[in-house]
C-alpha cells in the first residue's frame, strides 16, 4: 500500500461512520452501532473501499486505550472499592462458566476426546476465547446514557477488569497444555506484581498530579501529562507484566479520577476520541469481518458460538449480580454489558493460531460473536435502562452534539 493511501482510508472510515452513526441515533439506537455497521459496509465484506493494514490496526488499539482512560476518569472511586467483593465474583463466573460451555459446545459438534488429547486442548481453547469480555462498547453505551458512573457502570467496569485477569491466567494455563515451556506461575506472578506496582506508583503519582494541579490548575499541560501517564502505563502493563494495555489505560483513568482537574483531562480525550480514534475503532471491527469462506457446517457452529457465548454471560454473571441483591433489572443489566466481546477476543483468538490450537476457520466465528454481541449489546442496554431507569445514576450523559 503506497504511505498516501491510509488518507483515503482515514477519510473513508470518518465519513461513513459519522453518517451511520447518526443515523444510528436517529433510530434511537447507540452512534456506536451504526460505526459497526460503517466499517462492516467500507471493508472487504461488502463494498472493499478500505482493507486493513498495521497502521490502521494501531489506530485502532490507540481508540481503545483512550476510551478506557476516559471510562478510569469518569469511574467513582468510593463505589468502585464498594463494588470490588462483587466484581470479583462476578467476574469469576463470567469466566468458569463461558469456558465450560464453549469446551463443551466444540466437543457437541466435533466429539468428545481424553483430558491431554489435541482435540480437547482445542475444545478448551474455544471455551477460553468465550471468556474474554471488552467492556469498550459498553462504555460508550453507558456515557452516552449517563450511567457510567452508577452502580451498574461500576461493577460492570470492575467485573471487566478482574475478568481480563483471570483470563490471561486460564490463557496461559491452556496454551501450556500444549506448549509446556509456558509457565503458568510466572504469569501469576507478574499478575500479582502489577497490582503492587500500580498502587505504589499510583499514590505517587497521584500526589504527583494533585501538587500540578494545585500549581497550574485548567491548563493545558495537565491533559497532555495526562495523556502521556496513559499510554505509559498501558505500555508498562503489557510489555512488564502481560497485563492487556486497556487494563494499564483503565488503571491509569482511576489514579487520576479523583484529582481537582479530572474533568478537564477526560474532555481533552473525549475530543480526540470522537473525532478520530473512537470511530476508527469501531469501524474496525466491521472491516476485520470476512464472511467469503464460510461453509454450512462452520456456520451452524458460529451460530451456535454466538448463542453460548451470549447466554452463559448473561446468566452467569446476572445470577451472581442477583445473589449478591442487585434487582432483578440490574442483574440483567450487568449480564448484558459483560456479554460483549471485541479486542480481547481477537488477541486471544490470534494466539491460539500462533501456537496451533485454533484452525484459521474459526477466526470467523469470533469476528461474527465480535459483530453481533457489538451490535446487540448497547441496542438492549439502551432499551433496559429505558425501561428500568436507576435511580443512583451520577453524571451526565456522554453524548455529543451532532
Keep these: 500500500m503506497e504511505a498516501y493511501e491510509i488518507f483515503k482510508n482515514l477519510a473513508i472510515i470518518i465519513i461513513f461512520a459519522k453518517v451511520f452513526g447518526i443515523l444510528a441515533r436517529k433510530l434511537k439506537?447507540?452512534?456506536?452501532?451504526?460505526?459497526?455497521?460503517?466499517?462492516?459496509?467500507v471493508g472487504p465484506s461488502i463494498l472493499g473501499l478500505v482493507t486493513t493494514s498495521d497502521f490502521l490496526s494501531q489506530m485502532a488499539e490507540i481508540g481503545v486505550v483512550l476510551l478506557m482512560f476516559s471510562a478510569g476518569l469518569g469511574t467513582d472511586l468510593k463505589e468502585l472499592l464498594k463494588t470490588g467483593p462483587v466484581a470479583c465474583l462476578i467476574a469469576a463466573a463470567g469466566v468458569f462458566v463461558p469456558l465450560a460451555g464453549g469446551?463443551?459446545?466444540?466437543?457437541?459438534?466435533?466429539?468428545?476426546?481424553?483430558?491431554?488429547?489435541?482435540?480437547?486442548?482445542?475444545?478448551?481453547?474455544?471455551?477460553v476465547i468465550m471468556t474474554a469480555t471488552s467492556v469498550s462498547i459498553t462504555v460508550e453505551t453507558l456515557k452516552e446514557l449517563g450511567y457510567l458512573k452508577s452502580r451498574v457502570g461500576t461493577t460492570v467496569l470492575a467485573a471487566a477488569i478482574i475478568d481480563d485477569v483471570i483470563g490471561i491466567v486460564v490463557l496461559t494455563f491452556v496454551v501450556g497444555m500444549r506448549t509446556p515451556d509456558s509457565n503458568t506461575g510466572t504469569v501469576v506472578l507478574k499478575t500479582v506484581l502489577f497490582f503492587i506496582f500500580t498502587f505504589v506508583i499510583g499514590i505517587l503519582s497521584y500526589h504527583a498530579f494533585k501538587w500540578v494541579d494545585k500549581r497550574w490548575p485548567h491548563t493545558r499541560r495537565i491533559p497532555i501529562a495526562g495523556l502521556a501517564y496513559c499510554f505509559a502505563f498501558a505500555y508498562i502493563a503489557e510489555r512488564f507484566f502481560g497485563i492487556a494495555d486497556i487494563t494499564g489505560a483503565y488503571f491509569a483513568g482511576i489514579i487520576l479520577c479523583s484529582i481537582k482537574d479530572s474533568d478537564y483531562i477526560a474532555e481533552k480525550m473525549d475530543i480526540n476520541s470522537y473525532m478520530l480514534f473512537g470511530p476508527i475503532f469501531f469501524a474496525s471491527i466491521g472491516l476485520k469481518t470476512d464472511i467469503d469462506d464460510f461453509s454450512t457446517n462452520i456456520l451452524w457452529f458460529s451460530i451456535a458460538f454466538v448463542i453460548v457465548a451470549l447466554l452463559t454471560k448473561i446468566i452467569a454473571c446476572g445470577a451472581i449480580a442477583l445473589?449478591?441483591?442487585?434487582?432483578?433489572?440490574?442483574?440483567?443489566?450487568?449480564?448484558?454489558?459483560?456479554?460483549?466481546?471485541?479486542?480481547?477476543?481477537?488477541?486471544?483468538?490470534?494466539?491460539?493460531?500462533?501456537?496451533?490450537?485454533?484452525?484459521?476457520?474459526?477466526?470467523?466465528?469470533?469476528?461474527?460473536?465480535?459483530?453481533?454481541?457489538?451490535?446487540?449489546?448497547?441496542?438492549?442496554?439502551?432499551?433496559?435502562?429505558n425501561r428500568h431507569p436507576q435511580k443512583d445514576s451520577v453524571g451526565t450523559s456522554g453524548s455529543t452534539p451532532e
Design 103 to 127: 469446551c463443551l459446545l466444540h466437543m457437541c459438534f466435533y466429539g468428545f476426546n481424553p483430558i491431554h488429547d489435541p482435540g480437547f486442548v482445542t475444545s478448551l481453547f474455544i471455551g
Design 29 to 41: 439506537a447507540p452512534q456506536v452501532v451504526g460505526e459497526i455497521i460503517a466499517g462492516l459496509i
Design 323 to 385: 445473589v449478591c441483591k442487585f434487582s432483578a433489572s440490574d442483574s440483567l443489566k450487568i449480564g448484558v454489558g459483560m456479554m460483549t466481546r471485541g479486542e480481547v477476543a481477537l488477541i486471544v483468538s490470534q494466539k491460539g493460531l500462533s501456537v496451533g490450537l485454533l484452525k484459521p476457520v474459526y477466526f470467523t466465528s469470533v469476528i461474527l460473536l465480535i459483530i453481533v454481541s457489538s451490535i446487540a449489546t448497547p441496542i438492549i442496554l439502551k432499551l433496559l435502562f
